[in-house]
Every structure is written in structure tokens, then in C-alpha cells.
């Protein structure tokens, strides 16, 4: 009897486990190793299409970019440090659609933007990133999650919406420069990717942050190269891309894997055409094109747009 009972604690805790296999990171964290010289390209992507200048002048130093899912066919993005805390509407030429403010937050350093799911099941939520800290001084970061607009007023040239999280943190092995952030939209789980380390750091908020208390961010692993300036992941989860100013690398993540075994994996090379100051990337809901976007620095930034090759 006893034997028949310990097997039933077994079963279950073994389909607990299973339900639960992407929710929660390893303890130990990940070492790639890897060499970034030996990496293939990936021949499925093509591009760049140039799509349009940026109109709006006030967009000088777009440092994160992110596909609406309430404005089809239209992207968000926003300056990064020394300017108000807003983010602005631009639609698939480069046109400009609407400006944003956001109540209840501060822009000391904007450098990432994503959109994904959250607290509410069925809404998508904007994720700013005020995690930027060139000279490494600050101790704590913030992220700041409210719902996408769904609504803009022609009567209003700025409108106002309500920021409705904040969360704040602190990493485990220092103050950091960073400007990437990603939400899995299988977890929620929010993850942030330092600059200037090499090798470089990813750290994970997992789902549900905290949003009452400074709490400390985990490391998740370790990448074999330096200087991320941006990264997604795909409305379908799959892809997870990070970006620097040369380089895109991307992992296909299989179903139901955590994003730790897919970055064990060496990445491929998405195609892309460096820009000025490129520091912006997105992948389109369906996962078929993806976006860059680079800060002015003496040029009228261009939004360019990747394909994926339809398969024959």
C-alpha cells in the first residue's frame, strides 16, 4: 500500500513537473561556448527593404522598436535618455501616426522596448526599459509595463495614458549597462541582456514580477560575444533574436523549450545592413519579417523591413 501510494505522489509530482517545464529557469546558470566566428547564415531571410524615412523629427535617438497589435501594420518606438518619458506611433512607411505620454514614469535611459502578454489574460502590454547606465552608477532599474493604446484622438497631438507598473530591480553581480529586454510570450517571463560584459549576461524576472518591492534579477546564463543593443522574441515564441551593431543572432527555439536550452545552441546569422546607430529591432506578429531602426546621428533614420522567403 505504501509503494502504491509513493508511485501516485511520483506520477504527480512527474506531470506537475512537466506542466510546468518553461515556467521555471535552472538554478545553475548557462555557459556557452560556442564560437561566434563559425556561425552559419541564415539563407531563408532576405533584405533589407528600405520602407521610409522616419517623419517625425522629435524621434532623434530611437533606441527600441516594437510591432503594434492594436494598429496593424504600425510600430512603436521611443528616444532613450535626456527626453520625455513618450513613445511614438509610426506607421509602415516611416509616416507619423500619434505621440504617447506615459503618467507615472521617468525617462532616465530608455533603451528597449517590448510587447507581449501580462498580468491580463487577452491584453498586450508595452514593456519600456529604463535600463540604460553607460558609466555603470545606478543601482537600481525599472521597467515599466501598461497596456498598448488601442485608440488615438485626431483632435489630441499628445496623448496621455496611464503607466501601471513599475518593476524595479537590482542585478546580482553589480551595477550594468544594458539595452535589451525580452518577454516570452509562453511565460511572461521578462529577460534582460547586458552590453558591455563580455561574455555577455542574460537575466531572467520570471513571471509574476514583482511589482511592490526592489527584488534582486537572476543571471540566467552566459553568451560568448559582447555589445547587445537590442533583442526580441517572437509572438510565437520561436524565434529569439539579439542584435548588436554588426551583428543579428538568432535562435529557433523548439516547442515547449526553455529559453536557456535554445541559447545553448550556437545562433545563426540573420541578414542585416549595419546602420548609423543601429539599436532597434522587432519581429512582426506572424514571425515572417522583422524591423530595425537606427538613431539619426547626422542621417534621417530609415525603417527597414526583413523577409522571410516563402516557402515554394
Not at 546580482?172 to 563580455?198: C, L, N, Q, R
Not at 543572432?249 to 529559453?259: A, I, Q, T
Request: with cysteine; net charge negative; aromatic share 10%.
Amino acid at each position: 500500500m505504501k509503494f502504491i501510494l509513493r508511485l501516485g505522489l511520483l506520477l504527480v509530482s512527474l506531470i506537475s513537473c512537466s506542466d510546468n517545464a518553461i515556467s521555471e529557469p535552472d538554478e545553475v546558470p548557462f555557459e556557452a561556448s560556442y564560437s561566434m566566428n563559425e556561425l552559419s547564415v541564415d539563407s531563408g531571410y532576405v533584405g533589407p527593404v528600405a520602407l521610409g524615412e522616419i517623419e517625425n523629427r522629435q524621434i532623434s535617438e530611437a533606441s527600441g522598436l516594437a510591432v503594434s497589435r492594436s494598429f496593424k501594420n504600425h510600430l512603436w518606438t521611443h528616444n532613450d535618455s535626456s527626453d520625455h518619458n513618450r513613445i511614438f506611433l509610426i506607421g509602415p512607411d516611416g509616416s507619423d501616426a500619434a505621440t504617447f505620454r506615459i503618467r507615472n514614469t521617468g525617462n532616465r535611459d530608455w533603451e528597449d522596448m517590448a510587447i507581449g502578454p501580462g498580468p491580463e489574460t487577452g491584453i498586450n502590454y508595452l514593456y519600456i526599459a529604463d535600463i540604460g547606465d553607460n558609466d555603470m552608477i545606478y543601482d537600481v532599474k525599472s521597467i515599466y509595463r501598461f497596456r498598448e493604446p488601442d485608440l488615438i484622438d485626431p483632435e489630441v497631438r499628445i496623448q496621455w495614458i496611464d503607466g501601471e507598473d513599475v518593476i524595479r530591480f537590482r542585478y546580482p553581480d553589480g551595477k550594468k549597462d544594458a539595452e535589451t529586454v525580452m518577454i516570452d510570450p509562453w511565460t511572461k517571463d521578462i529577460y534582460v541582456v547586458s552590453k558591455s560584459d563580455f561574455p555577455t549576461v542574460v537575466y531572467v524576472a520570471s513571471y509574476p514580477q514583482n511589482t511592490q518591492d526592489i527584488f534582486e534579477i537572476k543571471i540566467l546564463g552566459y553568451l560568448p560575444f559582447t555589445g547587445a543593443t537590442a533583442g526580441d522574441i517572437s509572438a510565437d515564441g520561436q524565434n529569439i533574436t539579439i542584435k548588436t551593431k554588426e551583428r543579428v543572432y538568432n535562435w529557433v527555439r523548439n516547442d515547449n523549450e526553455k529559453v536557456e536550452s535554445a541559447l545553448m545552441r550556437p545562433p545563426v546569422m540573420l541578414p542585416y545592413l549595419p546602420e548609423v546607430q543601429g539599436e532597434a529591432i522587432a519581429w512582426t506578429k506572424t514571425g515572417e519579417s522583422y524591423f530595425t531602426l537606427s538613431e539619426s546621428k547626422g542621417i534621417i533614420p530609415v525603417l527597414y523591413r526583413y523577409d522571410k522567403i516563402a516557402e515554394q
